[in-house]
């Protein structure tokens, strides 16, 4: 069974860069079965996608958030990342990862989170 | 941007009680669209995928329907584990986008 848990510091200073990992476990990420997606919520409100990143290497991210954002995949160390750069406390919220299946006629939405982690923006 | 304007915000309802919830695009998405439900300091749950396909294990009283703009949930029979709160999510176009959220809560 596929689980994924996210890691990374809790507090970030505005201006620096947010880097958060997302472990995957119980299968494995080399597969064009799967892509991979962020997903944030600030505290009291809805849920934002961030971006997604497929096994090819494509990747996809929010118009509000591209100038700023980076992901990518370590398929050796069954991981991915998520960066943001110069975060402001619009940025603090729960970040999750996720995945999600690429059918062979169907592009399936997230059907496994992590558990989520805070992030807070703040000096 | 395709806009998912989910309807109601918020909802009171009583146990036994059939709940329906609303999520409109603003342009035709097929069938791309999954619901999710979320309680507090968890993680998003999906429930149906591909509007109308229910998840694996989730309880039969969830069911989904809808295609091109308009998707709804339906609970037919109100559980005290389902008061929650619940995201559609379109996924036909970048940026993919979440409604806005219902909040079901007891009456």
């Known amino acids: 069974q596929f689980q994924l848990q996210e890691s990374g510091p809790g507090l970030v200073k505005p201006s620096e860069t947010l880097s958060l990992i997302c472990t995957v476990s119980g299968g494995s990420m080399r597969s064009s079965s799967y892509y991979w997606g962020w997903i944030r919520q600030p505290p009291g409100k809805g849920l934002e996608w961030i971006g997604s990143?497929?096994?090819?290497?494509?990747?996809y991210y929010s118009p509000s958030l591209k100038t700023r954002v980076t992901t990518s995949v370590d398929t050796s160390k069954n991981q991915f990342s998520l960066r943001l750069t110069s975060v402001t406390a619009v940025d603090t919220a729960v970040y999750y990862c996720?995945?999600?299946?690429?059918?062979?006629?169907?592009?399936?939405?997230?059907?496994?989170w992590g558990q989520g982690t805070m992030v807070t923006v703040s000096s | 941007d395709i806009q998912m304007t989910q309807s109601p915000s918020s909802l009171s309802a009583s146990v036994g009680d059939r709940v329906t919830i609303t999520c409109r695009a603003s342009?035709?998405?097929?069938?791309?669209l999954g619901w999710f439900q979320q309680k507090p300091g968890k993680a998003p749950k999906r429930l149906i995928y591909?509007?109308?396909t229910l998840q694996s294990g989730v309880p039969s009283r969830f069911s989904g329907s809808g295609s091109g703009t308009e998707f709804t949930l339906t609970i037919s029979s109100l559980q005290p584990e389902d008061f929650a709160t619940y995201y559609c999510?379109?996924?036909?176009?970048?940026?993919?986008?979440f409604g806005q959220g219902t909040k079901v809560e007891i009456k």
């Open positions: 996720a995945r999600g299946i690429v059918g062979a006629n169907y592009l399936y939405a997230f059907d496994i």
């Open positions: 591909a509007a109308s």
């Open positions: 342009l035709g998405i097929r069938n791309d």
């Open positions: 999510l379109q996924h036909n176009n970048y940026p993919w986008t």
């Open positions: 990143i497929y096994y090819s290497g494509s990747t």
